[in-house]
Structures are given as C-alpha cells and as structure tokens.
Nanobody, 126 residues
Framework: VQLQASGGGLVQTGGSLRLSCVASEFSLDLYAIGWFRQVPGKEREEISCISSYDGSTYYADSVKGRFSISKDSSKNTVYLQMDRLKPEDTAVYYC????????????????????WGLGTQVTVSS
C-alpha cells in the first residue's frame, strides 16, 4: 500500500495550490483519505478528510472555507484544493489512509490513519 502526495511549492499569500494524493496497489475508494500537515517542532495536524462511504468531508477550522477535498476515482487520486493561502499554511503536507474506517465515528483523527505517503512542501510567502 503506497501513497504519494505531490503538488506543493512556493506561492504568495492569497494564492492557490492543488495537492494530489495518488495511490498505488489499492483503490482510494476503499478507504477514508485524509490530508495532514506538519511544521518543524509542532505536532502533525488534521486538515481535511473524505469518507469512502458517502463522500462526507471534514475540515479543520483553520482551513474551512479556503480548502476543498475531492476525489477522482477514475484517476485514483484525492485532491486538496487550497485557496487564499496564508503564511501560516506553510508546512509539509501528507496524505494518509484510514484502512479500518467503518463509515461511522470520527472521520479525521490523526491516530486512525496508519498508511502514510511522503509529504510535499508548501511554502506561502508574505
């Protein structure tokens, strides 16, 4: 089971980026998929997650209204569209899979996500 995040880069405040999470060896339709981020010296935090059951989504308050998670099953890819970026969004972004998600309960708790890909750096300049 492998995940690969991509699409990070350097952008000015107010700009946009779209991150992609591609899975190899399994279908993203099978599991809940989440986006997380981490800055040096801080804990990894939940950003957004999408259910494999009904497509329901979760957003952290810090990104609500600016970020949007979506899935393209034909490409086996989950996206994170990030708009109106702020310097505090600067972090390494990771995607991960919640293998045991059963369609109920909390969708987006960090410790439930056990399969991780390598991260992609997002830097927002002021």
């Amino acid at each position: 089971v492998q995940l690969q995040a991509s699409g990070g880069g350097l952008v000015q405040t107010g700009g946009s980026l779209r991150l992609s999470c591609v899975a190899s060896e399994f279908s993203l339709d099978l599991y809940a998929i989440g986006w997380f981020r981490q800055v040096p010296g801080k804990e990894r935090e939940e950003i957004s997650c999408i259910s494999s059951y009904d497509g329901s989504t979760y957003y952290a308050d810090s990104v609500k209204g600016r970020f949007s998670i979506s899935k393209d099953s034909s490409k086996n890819t989950v996206y994170l569209q990030m708009d109106r970026l702020k310097p505090e969004d600067t972090a390494v972004y990771y995607c991960a899979a919640f293998i045991d998600y059963a369609g109920w309960g909390n969708l987006c708790l960090l410790y439930d996500y056990r399969v991780w890909g390598l991260g992609t750096q997002v830097t927002v300049s002021s």
